[in-house]
Antibody
Framework: QVQLQQWGAGLLKPSETLSLTCAVY????????WTWIRQPPGKGLDWIGE???????NYNPSLKSRVTISVDTSKNHFSLKLNSVTAADTAVYYC???????????????WGQGTVVTVSS | QSVLTQPPSASGTPGQRVTISCSGS????????VNWYQQLPGTAPKLLIYSNYQRPSGVPDRFSGSRSGTSASLAISGLQSEDEADYYC???????????FGGGTKLTVL
């Protein structure tokens, strides 16, 4: 079955750039949107953005100015960059697969294990 | 402040039936389907219900979902200790043009 494995730096200083990558194993890379979602400590889930096989992206407007999501189809990887981080960006970051079934958009059916990112001086 | 509103906590004893509500608006739940996710302590969320009431393969039929107007509900019957987790509702929002989540409900099995 499809598995997502993610990695990246876990400790950043304010103003640095967060960089995470997620690898897709065991399934098709095309036909889905590949997504980043974060969860601040003790809080709920927050959608960051998504990318598809052809590189088409959608971003959360509240983060759009700082976010870049890219894809490497040769490796079945997709990546997240968030620049100018602050303490407010401290969270667990998840990658996930999103699909549309019928009228249901953004069904997140496969998730990565999560990466704890802490922003502290 | 989450776009979808859930009660912060819920509880029940083993064998009981509990429900978790999720309230939204016409821009999200009112015209779009609802998905539910279960997050066990220290793990990534897991898809529990999609398209309001559909269960992915492997999810027990003790879990059921429904939607009415601008609200949705998740019901868990025959409550078990392993159901103790955080539960999140989610839906597409036509105004915000992105998926939105509830703040989560922490379910305690007494």
């Amino acid at each position: 079955q499809v598995q997502l494995q993610q990695w990246g730096a876990g400790l950043l200083k304010p103003s640095e750039t967060l960089s995470l990558t997620c690898a897709v194993y065991g399934g098709s890379f095309s036909g889905y949107y590949w997504t980043w979602i974060r969860q601040p400590p003790g809080k709920g889930l927050d959608w960051i953005g998504e990318i598809n096989y052809s590189g088409s992206t959608n971003y959360n407007p509240s983060l759009k100015s700082r976010v870049t999501i890219s894809v490497d189809t040769s490796k079945n990887h997709f990546s997240l960059k968030l620049n100018s981080v602050t303490a407010a960006d401290t969270a667990v970051y998840y990658c996930a697969r999103a699909y549309t079934v019928g009228a249901s958009k953004n069904v997140f059916d496969v998730w990565g294990q999560g990466t704890v990112v802490t922003v502290s001086s | 402040q989450s776009v979808l509103t859930q009660p912060p906590s819920a509880s029940g004893t083993p064998g009981q039936r509990v429900t978790i509500s999720c309230s939204g608006s016409s821009s999200n739940i009112g015209y779009n389907t609802v998905n539910w996710y279960q997050q066990l302590p220290g793990t990534a969320p897991k898809l529990l219900i999609y398209s309001n009431y559909q269960r992915p393969s492997g999810v027990p039929d003790r879990f059921s979902g429904s939607r009415s107007g601008t609200s949705a509900s998740l019901a868990i019957s025959g409550l078990q200790s392993e159901d103790e987790a955080d539960y999140y509702c989610a839906a597409w929002d036509d105004s915000l043009k992105r998926p939105v989540f509830g703040g989560g409900t922490k379910l305690t099995v007494l």
